[in-house]
């Protein structure tokens, strides 16, 4: 019987079998961040343990950096100056490589590693962050850990997993116009839950996701998380390839060649089975925007807030009648006729240069609606430097949104910097959850394009209304 990519790359990498499912993996790569970088490194050095391997150790700055322009140590979060200065220095001390705040590779961990060719198809890579699983838009096996998982890593290059169940989400047929791979996400979600993932290892194939650029995959990879999945992976193919050719960790000469060579055995095998087969028909799929507090709550734009009773079993009902009293809203309700008072784009989702130049499409001429604040957010200094070099930085800032220094910034307000007391934001990020961007700050997650229509509307809005 044929392997899928999941079990190619699990078989490469498994050192030793363990009771039931589980096993002792090789770790090819291990990435930290400043809100949990410095726990872990500094850990490992007050028991005297040193970083196996440094050189295939990176870090960055990002989770809760000042994204203000004019940045430094300081940031809005009480003691948030102390994590950043521990983790240089810890970092430092472990000669492991560090994107530090005024490094020109700098950015949001998901961002940087892709751009930078750290995360390869193939390896194993992994970050005490739960939207590492971005980066198996690359044909990796990338996975969120916990601080003392880090350690571990760290130290040996190893990691004891149980090994998930395999799924495959077959996205079929073309994307209407103002559909992407945000909404897929969403979409998928929505259908079957915010835990019809659970205990897997998720392969998105099919004709739209083939169709899908390296960053939009990232983006649909990122929220496999929010399906609860271990991962999710797209097998890696020439665009992955082109993407990753000639960036700076990515092999070179005769190691590029041997490399290529087995990237394009990683995909399943024809005779391949996976335990759960999803199957969506593309066609069926509009611009979509969460109404509740989970990603599962949500529904095409040209919509209604559902009651819910019409949600599903009775849990899934009491959670949605929970979410109303929170996000303030009524069944019936149209989507497009909700209020916000603020749009943010940005985080590991959606800020990379594709996502901002579909964004500029829509505000290019055009004015956010009064009383809105807007902002931008770019996933990295790279992206930032490049949205510059074509204009887009004026494009934003012209039609009234603040520009900003790449980071995490609000996805979460981990930095210290919030969104007001119960205002409606309208948001590129993944999570919607209660006062996650602020104290009782209310969350519709969209696609960047339709961040940009609803700040212009001053309303969620339906991108397709603004095709010119």
Same mark, same amino acid.
């Given at each position: ?11 490469? @990498? ?7 499912? /589980? ?39 990002? @989770?809760? %950096? ?25 970092? @430092? ?12 590779? #700098? ?18 890579? =992994? ?7 971005? !980066? ?17 890593? $760290? ?37 079957h839950s915010a835990a019809g993932g659970a205990g897997y290892a998720i392969e998105f194939a099919g ?25 999710? $992976? ?9 993407? $990753? ?13 041997q490399a290529l060579a087995h990237w394009r055995t990683l ?29 599962? !709550? ?8 559902? /009651?819910? /009773? ?24 149209? $989507? ?6 603020? /749009? ?17 499409? =829509? ?18 200094? #790279? ?11 004026? %494009? ?40 996650? #961007? ?5 969350? @519709? ?24």
């Open positions: 019987m044929g392997k899928t990519l999941f079990e190619k790359i699990w078989d490469d @990498h498994l050192i030793e079998a363990a009771p039931g499912d /589980a096993g002792l993996l090789y770790i090819d790569r291990v990435f930290l961040h400043e809100r949990t970088g410095a726990i872990a490194l500094q850990s490992l050095a007050e028991e005297g343990r040193s970083v196996h391997c440094p050189e295939q150790v990176f870090c960055t700055m990002d @989770h809760i %950096v000042d994204t203000f322009p004019g940045r430094g140590d300081r940031t809005r979060m009480p003691g948030g100056e102390a994590f950043i200065q521990t983790t240089r220095n810890s970092s @430092h001390a472990a000669g492991i490589n560090l994107f530090d705040i005024h490094d020109p590779r #700098q950015g949001i961990v998901h961002v940087v590693s892709p751009e930078q060719g750290i995360v390869q198809p193939g390896c194993t890579l =992994v970050c005490p962050d739960s939207h590492t699983c971005s !980066q198996g838009a690359l044909g990796a096996l990338a996975w969120g850990i916990g601080s003392s998982e880090a350690e571990h890593a $760290l130290a040996t290059k190893t990691l004891l997993i149980n090994r998930p169940r395999t799924m495959r989400v077959t996205f079929e047929g073309e994307v209407g116009f103002g559909v992407g791979a945000k909404d897929l996400i969403l979409h998928l979600i929505a259908s004709a739209a996701v083939t169709a899908l650029d390296i960053e939009a995959r990232l983006t649909l990879c990122n929220m496999a998380v929010e399906f609860s999945a271990f991962t999710g $992976l797209v097998a890696p193919d020439e665009k992955t390839f082109r993407f $990753l050719q000639g960036r700076p960790y990515a092999p070179r000469g005769a190691a590029w060649e995909r399943s095998d024809a005779d391949a089975r996976f335990d759960r087969e999803i199957t969506i028909d593309c066609t069926g799929v509009a611009p979509t925007v969460t109404w509740g507090t989970s990603p599962q !709550q949500a529904c095409p734009v040209n919509g209604v807030v559902p /009651a819910p /009773a019409t949600t599903g079993d009775s849990q899934a009902a009491k959670s949605a009648q929970r979410a109303l009293v929170y996000m303030d809203l009524q069944p019936g309700t149209r $989507l497009t006729d909700i209020p916000i008072d603020a /749009a943010f784009i940005g985080s590991c989702t959606n800020s990379r240069l594709s996502d901002l130049r579909a964004a500029a499409a =829509v505000l290019r001429g055009r004015r956010v609606a009064a009383g809105v604040k807007a902002i931008c957010v770019p996933g990295s200094s #790279q992206v930032k430097r490049a949205a510059e070099a074509e204009g887009l930085d004026r %494009v934003f800032t012209d039609a009234g949104f603040e520009w900003r220094e790449s980071g995490c910034s609000m996805c979460f307000y981990a930095g210290g910097e919030s969104f007001g007391y119960r205002e409606r934001v309208i948001s590129s990020t993944n999570r919607n959850f209660e006062s996650r #961007q602020g104290p009782e700050t209310r969350t @519709h997650l969209a696609s960047p394009t339709t961040v940009a229509a609803s700040a212009v509307a001053g309303r969620i809005a339906d991108v397709r209304e603004f095709a010119a």
